[in-house]
């Protein structure tokens, strides 16, 4: 049997396999240029070098490579242009697009590491360094998974996209949401958009909790501090809303449970985080010797964080807080409340029986021999951008990488799970198209 001979009786999948095992190095290479681009968000770093690599790179492989800076949306600026990009890569037939979305996106380095944070340290089988796991290791895989079809000239329909989109950590607006808005993620252009964020490599993530974020503040009447009674305290007004929210809410919100399967488990349940409290005066900075003078508040401000549930209704999350602050106005007819948005995006969850869905989780059976884990994500990624904008279902996150170790000191990502995802990747589009192992 001739070398060609021998290629064409193994299945399309058993070749990409091999390919991909020996596209190991290039792998890790891979990995290691794109966390040696320090994209740290905020303010928005070098994300045009880091889309232009990715784009190179996408360009040797016979992609057509689009540049989308997010102009006009909400973090975009010269100082840091918010530069996404996009690749397309057709076969010979027509056929379902299928769409890799990574965001190029890092957070802070913080404290506590024991390596360089930007060199991309190879050691113990694992590439550490910030945006390792989250998921610049993820969008490698994608980009191996695809780059192993190409290479194996399998005669695929359809067609691949990869992006390297900004912002994932601060909304996504001039990233995924600016290209949703543009069609880039709505049918008939993709059909089936998978996210490489960090959730393990045999889980499929679903979607995430709802999220409404919000300011809520108090009004007051300044006086002089020595004679209070002539105003009237925001902060006070504040204590008697933050009283209601601790012995009423929180109460209420644990014994919301939902049949989501959110992972850690601890955010089965709504939940609400005070994020930040202002009241008063402007802050004296710690240190400083200036002396405050006496005035009583005429503002108070809170930033809620509320995550809540798929059997929740979204018009309830922001009516009860409404209706804690106007029970604090009957109580005390001097109490004047403002509340603003801030961000809102309801709940999501692919069906189990999304065509996407089934293939990620034949893919996961063929890699690992066991079940995949379908869970939800305790809080938002770019996939409600796809949804909400691009109406597009057939959207979830599947990536290697631990998701407790996502913006941590010493983050990492497994070179073996890299390896291993990037096959239920292949897995998966593979079967998609129609070219599945049985
Ligand atoms: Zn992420």
């Known amino acids: 049997m001739t070398a060609t001979a021998r290629a064409a009786a193994r299945s399309p999948q058993e070749r990409v396999f091999e390919r991909i ?23 928005g770093e070098a994300y045009q070098p880091c889309a232009e690599f990715v784009g190179e790179r996408l360009r040797r492989w016979g992609y057509d ?26 076969g010979r037939s027509s056929g379902p697009t299928i769409h890799f979305n990574s965001h190029i996106d890092v957070v802070e380095v913080g404290k506590g590491w024991s ?77 089936y958009v998978i996210i490489p964020e960090p959730l393990h490599k045999d889980c499929v993530c679903l979607g995430h ?72 005066q402007v802050e004296i900075p710690r240190g400083s010797d200036a002396a405050p003078s006496p005035v009583v508040a005429d503002s108070c401000r809170v930033v809620l964080d509320r995550r809540y549930l798929i059997e929740e209704l979204p018009e309830q999350v922001e009516g009860e807080i409404v209706a804690l602050l106007e029970e604090c106005k009957r109580e005390h007819p001097q109490f004047r409340y403002a509340v603003r948005e801030i961000l809102h995006f309801p709940p999501n969850m692919t069906p189990d029986d999304s065509p996407l869905v089934q293939a990620l989780d034949a893919g996961i059976r063929q890699v690992f021999g ?22 597009l279902k057939d959207c979830v996150a599947y990536g290697p990488g631990i998701l407790d170790l996502a913006h941590q000191p010493d983050e990492y990502v497994g070179i073996d799970d890299m390896l291993a995802s990037a096959k239920v990747m292949a897995a998966a589009s593979l079967r998609l198209m129609g070219l599945a192992t049985p």
Not at 21 to 43: C, F
Not at 236 to 248: A, C, G, V, Y
Request: hydrophobic content about 35%.
């Open 21 to 43: 095992d020996s596209l190991g190095d290039d792998l890790v290479a891979l990995t290691q240029d794109l966390v040696r681009i320090p994209t740290v968000n905020p303010p």
């Open 65 to 90: 490579v689009e540049y989308h800076r997010g102009l006009g949306e909400r973090g975009d600026n010269d100082a840091y242009p918010r530069l996404n990009v996009l690749g397309r890569v057709a």
């Open 115 to 191: 390596v360089d944070p930007f060199a991309g340290v190879v050691k113990d089988g694992k590439v550490y360094g910030r945006g390792t796991c989250d998921m610049k290791g993820g969008m490698a895989a994608s980009m191996i998974a695809v780059e192993a079809i190409l290479a194996e000239r399998i005669d695929f329909p359809g067609a691949f996209e990869i992006s390297g989109t900004v912002d994932e950590e601060s909304g996504g607006f001039a990233g995924v949401g600016f290209l949703a808005k543009r069609g880039y993620f709505s049918r008939p252009r993709v059909d």
């Open 209 to 280: 909790r709802g999220v409404w974020w919000a300011e809520v503040e108090t009004l007051g009447r300044i006086a002089h501090g020595s004679m209070p009674y002539l105003g009237v305290s925001a902060i006070r007004s504040m204590t008697r809303f933050l009283e209601k929210i601790e012995s009423r809410l929180y109460p209420a919100l644990e014994q919301r449970q939902t049949a989501m399967p959110v992972i850690p488990e601890g955010s089965r349940r709504s939940t609400l985080n005070i994020n930040s409290i202002h009241g008063g």
């Open 370 to 391: 066991y079940d995949s884990k379908h869970v939800v994500s305790p809080g938002t990624y770019d996939q409600k951008h796809v949804q909400r904008v691009g109406h």
